[in-house]
């Protein structure tokens, strides 16, 4: 197909390869160059050949290969590129390892081209054709397995020349061929000695697939099918307009400096009778470069084409124009998504906004490779390359499919043909997916650290769940999405709140990059320590009742363990909340208490509540034991306040637990005020305290009550004497306390204790 190819976008294109180093040329290499500069390589190889082997240098080896190369001759093209990096590797060029990696890759020598490909690399860094085949060497791998999308057939239709460029138009298949036809005048071209291209008509054949019927030549007034090449041709939906390349008509004289004959674009309107209307240029086409290979949207109203116009990426590009109130708009470029350094073309345009097109440029299997990308309003997808068996080593292009997506055809110069280039139909057995890459990282949206292990999932935009899949180590997701779709990404990790983002696939880039910002829970706990109130101990085994005051609900009931604590992990919804705690602590062999614990949450942790428990024993102060709050009383009284009397149910209900203890309530005053007058208050109060735990049913043996005023003072705060404190009230306090000692136990501890 290389020399279909270099004629239906750039058989004008003087291909140069300049030789880095002078030399003299013989008589017949200099004829041999004037016919490769006049793209007749077929005659240039007789020429190029015809030099004795011995006297072949560089240049002529270089012009060998690449006459082979573009006549499509894979193999004879790879044993001269061989020969000269075999015996001139010193003369060797950029372009000589690009064009000898395309051959290797025709002849299915993938590794061996990627070396060639890398060292092209290192002379010329930053193309694209580059960069996209060696981002993944082994790129071929995938495109060898056949994912059965593909049942193909080989057109009876074919012939030894060349056939392609198959379309639909209705009920017809339009298809360019230089297959010689019967006509007055038999014009050939000197490029590979083939007829020149003709535009032919023919219909499916349903009985036979294999076969189409009714070929005949295709006919347009004043036009179609006269001198030099005519072909492929596009047609709007309707059929009523028809694109087609041909060579310019010009006259000499009116052609460019270099008397190149460039490709053009001429359309034809039916008129009503129904024929093919007189033919008409399109308003781009130029003497100083080639237009072709048309593509009409289904409407007509927008064209896709190649060219080798100033100001691509390449040797051709893609373009397309729009058609605005009856005109054609300039010419766009398809952009580097589509172009590359080398050569696009043969775009096909499908309704459902796929275009298809042909490279070398992309990462491909060899020669030209078919690729489809989507294309919506200008907005251009990365290519996919189809994989085998649509593509393979040799030239695969001219790829068309049906509006049902069912079936199409393909062109290949592939081995096993009838000609140069044969056609091939083939049933599409699962749809194409054009899809884009959405990728991302799970992080902590405080931190920004990576979340591994978060549940990613995908869903539509009407809930229903497409796909999910958990964050690696590193924090990161990908999806495989549809284009033009709004979509919903949902995040979930143990430890964090779940994240819902929105996501627009309607978008130019084709990798989307959505990021999962997680908050994270916030870990709120509780941590009771209790430990021996005598030894100082922890206390294994304790049981710890949690209870919210406010309604009542028991938060938790945990045990000790060996290290004397119990933890509790608390709702994260508290966080900035003020919690009312009440905790009973029970343990066989120790004094049951309760306690409470008010505290209001303002950041993540550990809540710690530490507290003592301590076992029945002579001379124990019961008070301590379950943290009794101070007994207050009203200056200058003794009778009990609601307060105090609530302390002293808490003494009542030890009592009550252990019944054979005896208690001696002790009160004691600080030093101010007089001794007497401390002694006597403080008399009256402990009696006073008593007679209240006596009247909650206590048998008065039982409790007793003394007053000590200041003849105990636990500080050194003492008021008469040589020295007088200037201690604080703090301090004071530590004397004006209320003790409940154990004086007498009924039964041995041993047996009190279990």
């Known amino acids: 197909m290389k020399r279909i190819l270099k004629y239906i976008i750039c058989s004008m294109l003087l291909v140069m390869i300049a030789h880095p180093v002078a030399y003299l040329q013989s008589a017949r290499v200099k004829s041999a160059d004037k016919l490769y500069d006049g793209y007749l390589y077929h005659h240039a190889i007789t020429k190029y050949e015809s030099v004795g082997k011995k006297k072949r240098d560089a240049h002529v080896l270089r012009r060998l290969?690449?006459?082979?190369?573009?006549?499509?001759?894979?193999?004879?093209?790879?044993?001269?590129?061989?020969?000269?990096?075999?015996?001139?590797?010193?003369?060797?060029?950029?372009?000589?390892?690009?064009?000898?990696?395309?051959?290797?890759?025709?002849?299915?020598?993938?590794?061996?081209?990627?070396?060639?490909?890398?060292?092209?690399?290192?002379?010329?860094?930053?193309?694209?054709?580059?960069?996209?085949?060696?981002?993944?060497?082994?790129?071929?791998?995938?495109?060898?397995?056949?994912?059965?999308?593909?049942?193909?057939?080989?057109?009876?239709?074919?012939?030894?020349?060349?056939?392609?460029?198959?379309?639909?138009?209705?009920?017809?298949?339009?298809?360019?061929?230089?297959?010689?036809?019967?006509?007055?005048?038999?014009?050939?071209?000197?490029?590979?000695?083939?007829?020149?291209?003709?535009?032919?008509?023919a219909e499916e054949n349903l009985r036979n697939n294999k076969k189409l019927k009714k070929v005949k030549h295709l006919k347009a007034v004043g036009g179609l099918n006269k001198r030099f090449h005519e072909g492929p041709a596009t047609f709007s939906s309707d059929g009523n307009l028809m694109v087609f390349t041909r060579n310019s008509y010009a006259k000499r004289k009116d052609l460019n400096s270099a008397h190149v004959r460039q490709l053009e674009l001429w359309y034809s309107v039916k008129n009503s009778k129904g024929k093919w209307g007189k033919i008409q240029p399109m308003p781009f086409n130029s003497k100083d470069y080639s237009v072709g290979h048309g593509a009409l949207s289904a409407d007509g109203n927008t064209l896709y084409f190649v060219s080798d116009m100033p100001g691509g990426y390449g040797a051709t590009d893609i373009y397309y124009s729009t058609k605005e109130?009856?005109?054609?708009?300039?010419?766009?470029?398809?952009?580097?998504?589509?172009?590359?350094?080398g050569k696009e073309m043969f775009p096909f345009y499908h309704e459902k906004g796929i275009l298809f097109y042909s490279s070398d440029g992309l990462p491909g299997l060899g020669g030209l490779d078919i690729f489809i990308a989507s294309a919506r309003s200008g907005k251009m997808g990365s290519p996919k390359n189809v994989g085998i068996p649509a593509n393979g080593p040799s030239d695969d292009f001219s790829f068309v499919l049906d509006r049902d997506m069912k079936e199409g055809y393909f062109a290949s110069n592939r081995a096993g043909g009838e000609g140069s280039d044969d056609m091939y139909g083939f049933d599409l057995l699962k749809p194409f997916k054009l899809s884009k890459k959405l990728e991302g990282y799970a992080k902590d949206s405080k931190t920004g650290d990576i979340l591994g292990g978060t549940m990613v999932k995908l869903y539509d935009d009407k809930g229903n769940e497409l796909n999910t899949m958990e964050t690696d180590a590193s924090g990161y997701y990908t999806f495989e999405v549809e284009p033009d779709v709004e979509l919903v990404l949902k995040g979930s990790h143990i430890k964090y709140k779940d994240v819902t983002k929105n996501i627009s696939t309607a978008v130019d880039e084709d990798v989307i990059t959505a990021d999962l910002l997680l908050e994270k829970i916030p870990e709120i706990s509780i941590l009771v320590a209790v430990t021996d109130a005598k030894t100082k101990e922890p206390l294994e085994g304790v049981h710890v009742t949690i209870q919210d005051i406010e309604t009542g609900n028991v938060v938790a009931n945990v045990y000790t363990d060996k290290a004397g604590e119990a933890r509790e992990k608390l709702s994260s919804s508290l966080m900035n909340k003020k919690i009312n705690y009440r905790l009973i602590y029970e343990k066989n062999g120790y004094v049951g208490k309760t306690t409470s614990y008010v505290h209001t949450i303002d950041k993540e942790g550990e809540l710690k509540v530490s507290t003592t428990m301590g076992k029945i024993e002579l001379g124990t102060d019961i008070g301590k034991l379950i943290d009794i709050n101070p007994i207050y009383f009203d200056y200058n009284k003794s009778n009990i306040r609601p307060d105090a009397a609530l302390e002293l149910d808490r003494i009542v209900a030890v009592m009550i637990?252990?019944?054979?203890?005896?208690?001696?309530?002790?009160?004691?005053?600080?030093?101010?005020?007089?001794?007497?007058?401390?002694?006597?208050?403080?008399?009256?109060?402990?009696?006073?305290?008593?007679?209240?735990?006596?009247?909650?049913?206590?048998?008065?043996?039982?409790?007793?009550?003394?007053?000590?005023?200041?003849?105990?003072?636990?500080?050194?705060?003492?008021?008469?004497?040589?020295?007088?404190?200037?201690?604080?009230?703090?301090?004071?306090?530590?004397?004006?306390?209320?003790?409940?000692?154990?004086?007498?136990?009924?039964?041995?501890?041993?047996?009190?204790?279990?």
């Open 65 to 201: 290969a690449e006459s082979y190369r573009l006549i499509g001759n894979s193999v004879k093209a790879e044993k001269y590129y061989a020969q000269l990096f075999e015996k001139y590797r010193n003369d060797v060029i950029a372009e000589d390892h690009l064009r000898y990696a395309d051959v290797l890759r025709m002849n299915g020598k993938y590794p061996e081209a990627t070396m060639h490909m890398e060292d092209y690399s290192q002379l010329r860094s930053n193309e694209l054709r580059t960069s996209g085949q060696l981002k993944d060497p082994l790129y071929y791998n995938d495109l060898l397995v056949d994912k059965g999308q593909f049942a193909i057939r080989n057109l009876k239709n074919n012939t030894d020349e060349s056939d392609f460029g198959a379309v639909y138009n209705g009920k017809q298949i339009i298809f360019a061929s230089s297959r010689h036809a019967a006509t007055m005048v038999n014009y050939q071209y000197d490029w590979t000695d083939r007829h020149f291209y003709d535009l032919y008509s």
């Open 325 to 341: 109130n009856g005109s054609w708009s300039n010419p766009v470029n398809a952009g580097s998504k589509i172009n590359t350094e």
């Open 657 to 754: 637990a252990y019944p054979d203890i005896e208690i001696e309530l002790r009160s004691h005053s600080d030093c101010r005020g007089g001794q007497k007058y401390n002694m006597k208050l403080s008399d009256k109060r402990a009696k006073s305290s008593a007679a209240y735990i006596a009247s909650k049913g206590i048998a008065k043996f039982r409790i007793s009550g003394k007053g000590y005023g200041e003849s105990r003072l636990v500080n050194k705060c003492a008021c008469e004497g040589k020295v007088i404190t200037d201690c604080s009230e703090e301090a004071h306090q530590e004397n004006r306390r209320t003790e409940f000692i154990i004086i007498k136990i009924n039964v041995p501890t041993t047996v009190l204790n279990k």
